[in-house]
């Protein structure tokens, strides 16, 4: 398939501080990818650059062909950059059907397909975001970034502080947004044997550069390789 997205030798950060040393990786369209690496590794720094929101410092960023490495924020997302943020991002004093309603944009992804994808989201749709448990409030915001209808979906981890019964939800909702609907994505979790589960390839960042890139289920089926490349950077440290 056609490549989606395109990011060579970027190097980024926030003012001074340069935490992206040349980082290269890309995304085929319809490929889910997940972003591992330990605490402070780059990875949210990395999303927040593909977004445009971090300091610029050298490399190019494509999208389906297009230079947006100096593109505004707001024009990224117009071009098709969707984005889950940690903090969830939802309107709380507004319903779940609100929530919704107010960013549609037109697409295969319709507010009635998100409440199939989430039918808890169906059964709470008149009540406010504030209303909300901790994981219906994610179910929200990636239902949010989904009916944005985005070309590419950056999720920044969605199974953090979920009950265990929720990750299981979350899970399966994303295996059928990246697996079945073939939905591109970049999804970085501390959860790394979940999130490979329903990721094609798997890139592991280690102080601001890429260690690994390959196939998830190659890390996956190898433990030692996994726990091996997430520790790259405790040698010497
Ligand atoms: N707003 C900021 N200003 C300055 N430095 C920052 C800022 N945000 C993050 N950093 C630094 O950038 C480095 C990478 O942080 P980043 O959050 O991208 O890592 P991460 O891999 O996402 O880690 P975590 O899993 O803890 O979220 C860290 O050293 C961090 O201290």
Do not use: C
Request: charged share 25%.
């Amino acid at each position: 398939m056609a490549e989606l997205l395109a990011v060579e030798r970027l190097r980024a950060g926030y003012a001074e501080a340069v935490v992206l040393d040349g980082v290269s990786l890309s995304l085929r369209e319809g490929e889910a990818l997940a972003l591992l690496g330990r605490n402070g590794a780059g990875k949210t720094t990395l999303i927040t650059s593909l977004l445009g929101l971090t300091t610029w410092r050298a490399g190019s960023i494509r999208l389906a062909g297009r230079d947006i490495t100096r593109l505004a924020p707001e024009r990224r997302a117009r071009a098709g950059i969707g984005w889950v943020p940690q903090e969830r991002n939802i309107f709380r004093s507004l319903s779940v059907e609100e929530n919704l309603t107010a960013i549609l944009r037109p697409g295969p992804w319709s507010v009635p397909r998100v409440f199939e994808l989430f039918p808890r989201l169906a059964e709470r749709r008149r009540n406010l975001g504030d209303q909300l448990s901790g994981g219906e409030q994610q179910m929200l915001a990636i239902a949010r970034a989904l009916v944005l209808n985005p070309r590419l979906v950056l999720l920044d981890e969605p199974l953090e502080g979920l009950a265990p019964i929720i990750v299981e939800e979350v899970l399966a909702a994303l295996g059928r947004i990246l697996r079945d609907e073939g939905l591109a994505a970049i999804v970085v979790e501390q959860k790394a044997r979940q999130v490979l589960a329903v990721t094609d390839r798997a890139v592991i960042l280690d102080r601001g550069t890429v260690v690994h890139d390959g196939p998830s289920a190659a890390l996956l089926a190898d433990p030692r390789l996994l726990e091996a490349r997430l520790a790259v950077g405790d040698k010497g440290a």
